[in-house]
């Protein structure tokens, strides 16, 4: 806790001292250009102590900032120069003014951001409470059909070898599912965590969706898969193993969601500040009541599908979620117009500018 204080306190004054002195040299600079007159020193630190008030945590940076502008101004760049004088007629108004709109900027700008963690945290709580209620499906489905095939081995020695390996499979196959689902879990806490920061590298496009559908025919998917790409190599900023993660989970919902799917198309396409990936499918679609839902974990609560015997992928929607916006991106979903669905997401360029 210690640590993380001196942290806090060493970041703050950083952005003070560096702000405050970045305005001096622009006011130093423009009074060399206007022959040592400057009316712009008073606006230059009103929008420094904006950009502490911004960038530092709490009250005491702004109002902090706010003081010393006052005194910077008054010292450097009023005349007299260099002498502290509050006697000269108007000064005294003038200050006051500067400093009580500087405090007044520093404390709407802590409380917009203080607003804004609020509705984050809200946010979060609220799709943690999603997550918890999608969990508790995923988890009981495979348990109770593990539960009900270990007892029939156990109670019934007749079997013969085929239902027994029928039976076996089974267990295995929900037990690959529990994997999953524990592997989601885990990448929704860690991505829903403060402060997470990803270590990007610049990794070729068509060999991150190549090893997802490699993993995806290994999972048991057989769903024929066409992928369509630009000629050119795409090289985008990413952690391979979380696009991997999402490339498969869109692959796998639509096997359990796709309900009569028999195809896949993955369309990569490029634009000037980002690389976009539409996975198509030709199934039933997504119901309308569920699209505006479809990536907060309640994909079951909201469809009203939820049954012993499905699967609910509102997990890995949340997983996909949560991995494309901590690389700055962003996901939508939609009916195709000849039947089916589209899941979309895209990752920002190097070096692009990020749609609005």
Not at 327 to 348: C, E, K, V
Request: aromatic letters at 6%.
């Amino acid at each position: 806790m210690k640590s993380l204080i001196r942290s806090s306190v060493c970041r703050n004054t950083a952005i003070l001292l560096s702000i405050l002195s970045l305005c001096i040299v622009v006011c130093y600079a423009l009074s060399h250009l206007h022959d040592d007159n400057n009316p712009f020193a008073v606006p230059i630190f009103i929008l420094g102590v904006a950009a502490i008030s911004r960038f530092s945590d709490g009250y005491v940076c702004g109002i902090a900032a706010s003081v010393i502008g006052v005194v910077c101004v008054n010292y450097m760049f009023t005349y007299p120069f260099w002498v502290f004088d509050m006697t000269l007629s108007g000064y005294p108004l003038t200050f006051t003014v500067m400093l009580l709109v500087s405090v007044i900027i520093s404390t709407l700008t802590t409380q917009v951001k203080h607003q804004q963690r609020l509705m984050y945290e809200v946010k979060s709580e609220s799709m943690r409470a999603n997550l918890l209620r999608a969990v508790s499906h995923d988890i009981r489905t495979p348990l109770s059909s593990i539960l009900g095939a270990t007892s029939t081995l156990l109670e019934s020695q007749d079997l013969d070898e085929t239902a027994r390996r029928d039976l076996l499979l089974e267990v295995h196959k929900d037990a690959q599912w529990l994997v999953r689902v524990t592997e989601n879990i885990l990448s929704v806490t860690k991505f829903s965590a403060d402060g997470v920061k990803l270590k990007l590298t610049e990794e070729v496009v068509e060999e991150i969706v190549g090893s997802a559908i490699t993993k995806f025919r290994k999972t048991g998917g057989s769903i024929s898969i066409q992928v369509h790409k630009p000629q050119d190599i795409l090289l985008v900023p990413m952690e391979a193993t979380l696009i991997e993660q999402v490339l498969l989970n869109l692959l796998e919902n639509v096997v359990f969601h796709g309900k009569c799917a028999t195809r896949i198309d993955i369309d990569i396409v490029e634009e000037p500040s980002r690389v976009c990936f539409h996975v198509s499918d030709n199934g039933a679609g997504i119901s309308e009541g569920v699209l505006p839902h479809l990536f907060d974990g309640s994909y079951a609560a909201q469809d009203g599908t939820a049954r012993d015997d499905s699967r609910n992928m509102g997990i890995g929607l949340s997983v996909c979620q949560s991995i494309v916006a901590a690389h700055g991106g962003g996901m939508s979903a939609r009916n195709n117009p000849s039947g089916g669905a589209t899941l979309s997401f895209w990752l920002p360029k190097r070096g692009g500018t990020e749609p609005s």
